[in-house]
């Protein structure tokens, strides 16, 4: 942790795109929050919702780019929409494929830079942003930062007409609360340009096929012998599934161009399976071997992925891996998206495999779950526990079993045991918003202060 306090952990930020959809509303289906980053409007939102959470508290931001690939942009329809505002008639031609390709990379690598733009923006004045939020002030900050921080794509900024601000504000319920209490949260830590680090988004598989697959790892769609562009990853149907070839084509590309923007650190989120796992850290250690990442998993119980692989088994794989040097920069594993008491338990059940293992790795824990609900997959809707549990028949309805008690990340006794447990990062996922991440900053803070946790 790079905050100025004697602190044994790290605080990742929360939901951007739930958190983001408080604002606008359902997103794309197939991007998810990463449609935004077409539109300069989008993309203004990005930076202040990314300001948000480094109000709260954040010690890393991840980007918007979870289910950003070039295939998803494509299929959208949003890129060529977007271009028939800019070029009247035309027929499509090769060239006009490639730059469509190389319009969407550089889509993709923009979810980097709006979140280095939202941290330099916000600790210009901590004071300032904070008014900025609330009143849509775009000409206070525009000079001291803009023109040297985000040329990549064009100017950035705020929202700045008085029609998209109201609009802002009518949709944002928790605006005036969420200020008062963020900025408060974040005045302690003292933060830098250098201290708050960006961890560019990779997300899964699943996640690109927008099916609720993450939370199944049933990933049975490349059936058609041909590649039919912009529905399927490149190359789907050449490679066998399941194969190192296989997740190399999905993920390669997207690593490559998201690493080549200098994030501070690349992360695999929501893996559903071992194979997966273990295709991601050889693809890294052969091709990007020097960036930082980390993998986190989702699991449908305490013991095993979604797909029903054992934890253990693939935690005692990765730690031999590492020691023979073959997962590259990977310095993090742990759990995402899953419920909080789940959570707990797999920060237990990874931590106390490393002691298994013949040599200790050199691996922290991540542990940033969702607020306490099920996603279902079906209505694209997320559902307390209570009310899915024995019915769901998708998504996260698979876990097996529920906690008898509605548990969120902004417990405190949550806090404690996952400390506790072993986890040294620790955040949120959907629907945690920047409200709850400053409320565990608090947490954190005072029990570091009073040892609490030990």
């Known amino acids: 942790c790079d905050c100025d306090c004697d602190c044994e952990w790290t605080l990742l930020d929360g939901g951007l795109s739930s958190w983001l959809e408080e604002e606008v509303g359902r997103l794309h289906s197939t991007l998810w929050s990463a449609a935004l980053l077409v539109t300069k409007e989008g993309r203004d939102l990005v930076i202040q919702k990314h300001c948000d959470f480094i109000l709260a508290g954040a010690d890393i931001l991840t980007t918007v780019s979870y289910q950003a690939t070039i295939c998803g942009f494509l299929s959208s329809g949003l890129l060529a929409h977007n271009e028939s505002n ?35 923006i916000s600790l210009v004045s901590l004071n300032t942003v904070s008014m900025a939020l609330q009143k849509g002030v775009q000409e206070a900050l525009e000079d001291l930062v803009y023109k040297n921080t985000y040329t990549n794509s064009g100017r950035c900024g705020f929202c700045s007409s008085k029609e998209n601000n109201t609009q802002h504000d009518g949709n944002n319920t928790h605006s005036s609360s969420r200020t008062m209490i963020t900025t408060s949260a974040r005045f302690h830590s003292n933060p830098t340009v250098s ?8 997300g899964s598989f699943g996640a690109f096929l927008a099916n609720g697959a993450e939370y199944t790892g049933d990933y049975d769609i490349c059936e058609k012998s041909h590649h039919d562009r912009g529905s399927q990853p490149p190359n789907c149907a050449p490679v066998a599934m399941y194969s190192y070839a296989f997740y190399e084509d999905f993920y390669l590309c997207k690593a490559s161009a998201l690493a080549s923007e200098h994030p501070d ?4 989120e929501t893996i559903p ?66 419920l909080p008491h789940l959570a707990c338990q797999l920060v237990q059940t990874i931590h106390a495999t490393f002691s298994f293992c013949s040599v200790a790795p050199p691996l922290q824990i991540i542990c940033y779950p969702n607020r306490g609900e099920l996603w279902d ?21 698979k876990y097996k079993h529920h906690h ?6 902004t417990d405190r006794e949550w806090v404690k045991q996952v400390l506790k447990a072993g986890c040294k990062i620790i955040g949120g996922c959907c629907r945690v918003t920047p409200n709850d991440i400053a409320t565990i900053r608090h947490h954190l803070v005072t029990m570091n202060n009073t040892r609490e946790h030990l």
């Open 86 to 120: 800019n070029n009247a008639g035309g027929k499509g031609s090769s060239k006009d494929d490639q730059d469509m390709d190389m319009r969407a990379i550089g889509l993709i690598k923009d979810s980097v830079n709006l979140a280095r733009c939202a941290i330099k």
């Open 195 to 202: 201290t708050i680090k960006i961890a560019a988004s990779i």
């Open 265 to 268: 650190m690349l992360c695999f």
């Open 273 to 338: 399976r071992g194979d997966e796992v273990i295709a991601i850290l050889a693809m890294m250690a052969k091709h990007l071997p020097s960036i930082p990442y980390w993998v986190s998993f989702q699991c449908k119980d305490a013991n095993h992925l979604a797909n029903g692989d054992k934890v253990d088994d693939l935690v005692r794989e990765i730690c031999s891996k590492t020691e023979n040097k073959q997962c590259g920069h990977l310095f993090a594993i742990g759990v995402n998206c899953i």
């Open 377 to 397: 997959a079906v209505n694209k809707k997320w559902l307390l526990p209570a009310t899915t549990a024995n019915t769901q028949k998708n998504g996260c309805g």
């Open 404 to 409: 008898p008690q509605f548990t969120t990340v």
